[in-house]
């Protein structure tokens, strides 16, 4: 569903992204992580087209972003890291606008039911400059959810949400692959990718220094039965120490 082939980004003599392939398939969750500056952000905004890559390939369900890229962002739905909202319409406003603006059929329908799945219609009418930073959370996961889109495609999913919102969310990407949807995940919380992925890729100063599913990753470290977080430090400071060499 999401191809990404030899992706490369420059900024000046900066190499962010450094020849990074992977493929995300309908019914598995790929966590996409790394320490801060290994180049999760800017792989995903050239994955949902915010970024015009120096080198390489993005497609989605077939479409490249370079060659057709209203094909390829129908099929997405993002959850940036920080909600980027319409201050000053009501939730249910947004919805309502958004889902019109990608022709979802039933429109007013599909807004009500990820209002109240999202547990916000009781806030759907006030302005969305009022609500707290998990509120708006909510509401951008809604945003992308209404058109159903078959790939989804989320940035630090937990930043503000309460724990019942949190349990809901990984519940909600887990049950997206389970019915056939993709879903790339970058997040800096081990317990989040270690719960809901199927596999890892690990990012580390814009190259894939790992990747794999929790099995393939423990025997690559030789440790029956770590966690993801002892498997992310130990090949972090491996592949910081090549770098140094």
Do not use: C
Not at 68 to 89: I, T
């Amino acid at each position: 569903m999401i191809d990404v082939r030899r992706l490369v980004k420059t900024y000046g003599r900066v190499r962010a992204v450094d020849d990074v392939s992977f493929r995300v398939q309908g019914g598995e969750v790929v966590a996409l992580l790394g320490p801060n500056g290994a180049g999760k952000s800017t792989t995903i905004k050239a994955v949902t087209g915010l970024l015009r890559p120096t080198g390489g390939t993005v497609s989605v369900g077939g479409h490249a972003l370079e060659r057709a890229p209203l094909e390829a962002k129908a099929l997405l739905g993002y959850v940036p890291d920080r909600p980027y909202l319409y201050q000053k319409l009501t939730g249910r406003e947004l919805l309502r606008f958004l889902a019109r603006l990608r022709r979802v059929g039933d429109a007013e329908a599909k807004a009500e039911a990820w209002l109240a799945h999202f547990d916000l219609q009781r806030s759907a009418n006030e302005l969305i400059e009022t609500y707290s930073h998990g509120m708006r959370q909510k509401l951008t996961f809604a945003a992308a959810l209404l058109h159903d889109p078959p790939a989804l495609v989320i940035d630090e999913p937990m930043v503000g949400l309460d724990p019942r919102a949190a349990h809901d969310v990984r519940h909600l990407m887990r049950q997206r692959a389970d019915e056939g949807g993709a879903v790339l995940l970058t997040t800096h919380s081990m317990e989040v990718a270690e719960a809901v992925a199927d596999r890892v890729l690990l990012l580390h100063h814009g190259r894939v220094v790992a990747s794999g599913t929790m099995e393939e990753l423990r025997r690559r470290v030789g440790v029956e039965d770590a966690t993801l977080e002892a498997i992310f430090l130990q090949l972090t400071e491996e592949a910081a120490r090549e770098a140094a060499a």
